[in-house]
């Protein structure tokens, strides 16, 4: 639409050379929003890719609902080492246990917003909701994992 929009004949550029331009660039450019890795750092994990082709990907992308999944077995002890070495925070389990309790819509609200970082309109888009509805999810949704977290942190 953009392309159709800009188009400028009197440049010498046939409408279908610039539209294939446009478009191609508008792909990569949204490849590069989602990509949790910097250009440059891609560009290092692909160089290393090269040298040893077993090399493992450079993230690993695992939603709420599938961590909901394996249920309190595919989250270790509090005090349980992570393979970095240092100790997770033992704040997790609660965080998890709170994540499991909301609803699947405000689940995949906060998700969709700290986990794919996009922004409340294209949330609303992804889930049917205004942008304002959106908030008032994340909202509600943040209000609850506080609490809860609150309430735990008193506790101990």
């Known amino acids: 639409m953009q392309a159709a929009q800009r ?5 010498g550029a046939s409408f279908g050379a610039y539209a294939a331009r446009r478009v191609r660039g508008q792909v990569l450019d949204a490849l590069r929003e989602r990509d949790p890795l910097t250009r440059s750092a891609r560009r290092a994990y692909r160089e290393a890719q090269r040298i040893a082709e077993d090399l493992p990907p450079p993230y690993v992308e695992i939603s709420l609902d ?6 309190d077995g595919g989250i270790a002890a509090p005090d349980a080492v992570v393979a970095s070495g240092t100790r997770r925070d033992p704040r997790w389990d609660c965080v998890a246990r709170e ?10 609200v906060i ?3 700290y986990g794919r970082g996009l922004t409340l309109r294209e949330i609303g888009v992804s889930v049917g909701l205004s942008e304002s509805g959106v908030c008032r999810v994340r909202a509600r949704a943040l209000r609850r994992l506080r609490s809860a977290l609150g309430e735990e942190q008193e506790a101990a």
């Open 7 to 11: 188009y400028r004949g009197d440049l």
């Open 99 to 108: 994540l499991r309790a909301l609803s699947k819509l405000e689940r995949r």
């Open 66 to 71: 599938r961590l909901a999944e394996l249920g």
């Open 111 to 113: 998700v969709l917003s």
